[in-house]
């Protein structure tokens, strides 16, 4: 399958993927726990990835500040002590020589997140309770919006310092900027709230902001929800239309998911599907690529070569994202490409997502 479409490469702003795989972000649980520094774990498993010659690889998500740290373990770009760290990770990545790139996701945990771990009362556009994290977030003034703002700026600034090839925007699964453009998560009635264009105003701000501050060609791409599976969540409507308000100021492309806890449907569904149902995600990263230029990538547990094939033949999408596979086989693509695998033996279980650090629960149970 070595001339499949799907090893093609394709450009994203100024650069060129050698192929259209995605390592879509996975929160590792392998960063220092108490400073979010890179660890020699975190090195060995980005350089296992790019050795397995993924296109382009997406970190789990980094907090931008202390405020917005979601979990234990989770890496941080808040500060400029972060960048020899993680110039290590980019480094690792591009000195395998695979041709891989890598992409710094920046992020803020908003309401999902515990007070033990912020060490705040939780944050968020509008003071809306969060049934799985059990938290009453504190709605924030103007002036922090803006504060926010520069964080996200700063944090993909210290990206690019460090040897990053792009960062991405985790405006998904309703972390602080999805809870932004939701209308379940922000009832604000000023500047940053009410309709779609200002409930996403944060999002052009900040792609602005990068683009200021770290060039032009510096590219940014973003994971948006399309869909946040509830009634008074985001609509497909409004996301093709945030989605080009993006491209508008510079976004270079984006990633397509859904989903929050408490509509409870997640982002990532347990369970094999049949080959009917993998890319449960595509149909919406359809619908919003026929107003875009910009290349679009499409996720939700594909699992066979063939499938993401045709999505990229069909032109439904440009890119695959995949993760689960890549935890179980970080070399699954060359395995594809040999003709060994047809398909991921992962099976969705899920018990990768390991607060002791990710890893696949079949290696652990067949050693």
Same mark, same amino acid.
């Given at each position: 399958m070595a001339d499949s479409l799907l090893f093609s490469p394709i450009k994203?702003?100024?650069?060129?993927?050698?192929?259209?795989?995605?390592?879509?972000?996975?929160?590792?649980?392998?960063?220092?726990?108490? $400073?979010?520094?890179?660890?020699?774990?975190?090195?060995?498993?980005? %350089?296992? @990835?790019?050795?397995? #010659? &993924?296109? *382009? !690889? +997406?970190?789990?998500?980094?907090?931008?500040?202390?405020?917005?740290?979601?979990?234990?373990?989770?890496?941080?770009?808040?500060?400029?002590?972060?960048?020899?760290?993680?110039?290590?990770?980019?480094?690792?990545?591009?000195?395998?020589?695979?041709?891989?790139?890598?992409?710094?996701?920046?992020?803020?945990?908003?309401?999902?997140?515990?007070?033990?771990?912020?060490?705040?009362?939780?944050?968020?556009? $509008?003071?809306?309770?969060?049934?799985?994290?059990?938290?009453?977030? %504190?709605? @924030?003034?103007?002036? #922090? &919006?803006? *504060? !926010? +703002?520069?964080?996200?700026?700063?944090?993909?600034?210290?990206?690019?310092?460090?040897?990053?090839?792009?960062?991405?925007?985790?405006?998904?699964?309703?972390?602080?900027?999805?809870?932004?453009?939701?209308?379940?998560?922000?009832?604000?009635?000023?500047?940053?709230?009410?309709?779609?264009?200002k409930r996403s105003?944060?999002?052009?701000?900040?792609?602005?902001?990068?683009?200021?501050?770290?060039?032009?060609?510096?590219?940014v791409m973003i994971k948006m929800n399309a869909t946040d599976f509830l009634p008074d969540g985001i609509t497909l409507e409004e996301a093709q239309k945030i989605a080009g308000s993006l491209e508008k100021v510079g976004l270079e492309a984006i990633e397509i998911s859904g989903g929050l806890n408490e509509a409870g449907r997640g982002s990532v569904w347990p369970g094999l599907r049949s080959e009917e149902e993998e890319g449960y995600f595509v149909p919406l990263a359809a619908a919003i690529k026929k107003n875009l230029k910009i290349p679009v990538s499409g996720l939700g547990g594909i699992r066979t070569l063939k499938v993401a094939e045709s999505f990229v033949a069909s032109a439904q999408v440009d890119l695959i994202s995949m993760s689960r596979p890549f935890i179980n086989e970080p070399h699954l693509l060359l395995k594809f490409k040999s003709g060994e695998l047809k398909k991921s033996p992962c099976i969705s279980c899920n018990k990768c997502f390991n607060p002791r650090g990710i890893r696949c629960a079949q290696h652990q149970i067949n050693r």
């Open positions: 994203i702003g100024r650069l060129k993927f050698i192929n259209r795989f995605v390592r879509s972000a996975t929160h590792d649980y392998l960063a220092d726990d108490r $400073s979010g520094a890179v660890t020699e774990k975190q090195l060995e498993l980005y %350089r296992n @990835l790019a050795e397995g #010659e &993924i296109g *382009l !690889i +997406i970190t789990g998500h980094a907090y931008v500040h202390l405020s917005g740290k979601a979990s234990p373990r989770q890496i941080a770009v808040d500060d400029d002590s972060k960048i020899t760290g993680l110039s290590r990770l980019a480094e690792v990545v591009h000195q395998t020589g695979s041709g891989s790139l890598i992409f710094l996701q920046i992020s803020h945990a908003g309401r999902q997140t515990k007070p033990n771990l912020c060490q705040q009362t939780p944050v968020a556009p $509008s003071a809306v309770y969060d049934p799985v994290s059990k938290v009453m977030p %504190r709605e @924030l003034t103007a002036e #922090e &919006i803006h *504060l !926010i +703002i520069d964080w996200f700026i700063q944090a993909a600034n210290r990206a690019r310092k460090a040897g990053f090839d792009g960062v991405e925007l985790h405006a998904a699964h309703g972390y602080l900027l999805s809870s932004f453009i939701s209308p379940h998560t922000n009832r604000r009635n000023d500047d940053w709230g009410g309709s779609w264009e105003r944060i999002l052009r701000e900040i792609i602005r902001g990068i683009k200021e501050t770290c060039g032009r060609d510096f590219p």
